[in-house]
């Protein structure tokens, strides 16, 4: 079976930088992936890790330490619309099955 | 590309009806999936399918639920009866095969209430 953890709330202030971690348990693995989701909305990816290390798009990077079953994502420069919550997720080594894990609630506050 | 399109936005119905939500994948895109979110449960992954096949239905609750995949351009995740605990948002989304395979697109959801 596959298993994620990750905080269930974070709260940072506008401007900061705010770590997001995740830990994952599986009996295989392919990938780690982010999403965004606002209140009200749908999920919207934010980045894929395949390989250890970090990928970084504009504002928000990712980690990935395979040995260690964690990754992150790091949000910099925070804004006001940053708030939402952020689901790390794993597929399967049959690269299809997308299991998410139970989210966490980022608030920003000004 | 207008993105995933799911049919209705909002459905109440009472308990004991069927319900039937609907799904148009992105074109081109080779993999759709049935997702349930609750406050309790999260994100669960009911079924998936991969050029129009079933892969994997062992996340859909009971046989209560059925989904079915036609055509590429066309799904549906059918509840009969239903029930007030079947009280949710269904998301359905898509991904290419190949290059982009890890990135799920998601549709705007069918909330869901069943009284």
């Known amino acids: 079976g596959q298993s994620l953890e990750q905080p269930s709330e974070v709260t940072a202030v506008e401007g900061a930088i705010v770590q997001i971690n995740c830990t994952y348990q599986?009996?295989?693995?392919?990938?780690l992936s982010w999403y965004q989701q606002h209140d009200g909305g749908a999920p919207t990816f934010l980045s894929y890790?395949?390989?250890?290390g970090l990928e970084e798009t504009g504002r928000f990077s990712s980690f990935l330490s395979r040995s260690d079953s964690y990754g992150y994502l790091l949000l910099q420069e925070l804004q006001m619309k940053d708030s939402a919550s952020y689901f790390c997720?794993?597929?399967?080594?049959?690269?299809?099955?997308?299991?998410f894990g139970a989210g966490t609630r980022l608030f920003v506050k000004a | 590309d207008a993105g995933v399109i799911q049919s209705p936005r909002h459905e109440v119905t009472e308990m004991g009806q069927e319900v039937t939500l609907r799904c148009k994948p992105i074109?081109?895109?080779?993999?759709l999936f049935w997702y349930r979110q609750t406050m309790m449960r999260g994100l669960e992954l009911l079924i998936y399918?991969?050029?129009?096949?079933?892969?994997?239905d062992s996340g859909m609750p009971e046989d209560r639920f059925s989904a079915k995949m036609p055509n590429a351009s066309f799904s549906t995740l059918k509840i009969q009866p239903s029930e007030p605990r079947d009280s949710a948002v269904y998301f359905c989304?898509?991904?290419?095969?190949?290059?982009?395979?890890?990135?799920?697109?998601f549709g705007s959801g069918t909330q869901l209430s069943v009284l």
């Open positions: 989304a898509s991904s290419p095969s190949g290059t982009g395979s890890e990135k799920l697109f």
């Open positions: 599986t009996s295989g693995f392919y990938g």
């Open positions: 890790n395949a390989l250890d």
């Open positions: 997720a794993v597929r399967d080594p049959g690269g299809f099955k997308t299991i």
């Open positions: 074109s081109g895109h080779n993999s």
């Open positions: 399918f991969n050029n129009n096949v079933p892969i994997d």
